[in-house]
């Protein structure tokens, strides 16, 4: 069993910054894509950034291409989500998560933490 824990989460006004980590219970950034989805109240799940375990290049959901920057610690088994420019419709749980499948959609994924909650206010 693979453990997630986010954390990073909290209140900003629109144009702040924050940077969420998640990090993992044993080695994972080698053999799982890691990746990061969000759910505001009232709508689904939707992808936001990801890493491949190929260390290709970072996919990005085109709401946050330019302002979100995914990046990863081998050596702390810890994957962040560098969050700039926020929104209020960044408004959201955020979830890390780590897989094997699709990178960009959510059945992609085994395992996942509990979410940590990011508040934009206007």
């Known amino acids: 069993q693979l453990l997630l824990v986010e954390s990073g989460g909290g209140s900003v006004q629109a144009g702040g910054s924050l940077r969420l980590s998640c990090v993992a219970s044993?080695?994972?950034?080698?053999?799982?894509?890691m990746g990061w989805f969000r759910q505001a109240p009232g709508k689904g799940r939707e992808f936001v950034a990801a890493l491949s375990w190929t260390g290709s290049s970072p996919y990005y959901a085109d709401s946050v291409k330019g302002r979100f920057t995914i990046s990863r610690d081998n050596a702390q088994n810890t994957v962040y989500l560098q969050m700039n420019s926020l929104k209020s419709e960044d408004t959201a749980v955020y979830y890390c998560?780590?897989?094997?499948?699709?990178?960009?959609?959510?059945?992609?994924?085994?395992?996942w933490g509990r979410g940590t909650q990011v508040t934009v206010s206007s």
């Open positions: 998560t780590a897989g094997r499948g699709s990178l960009v959609q959510d059945i992609g994924y085994e395992y």
């Open positions: 044993r080695r994972t950034l080698s053999i799982y894509n």
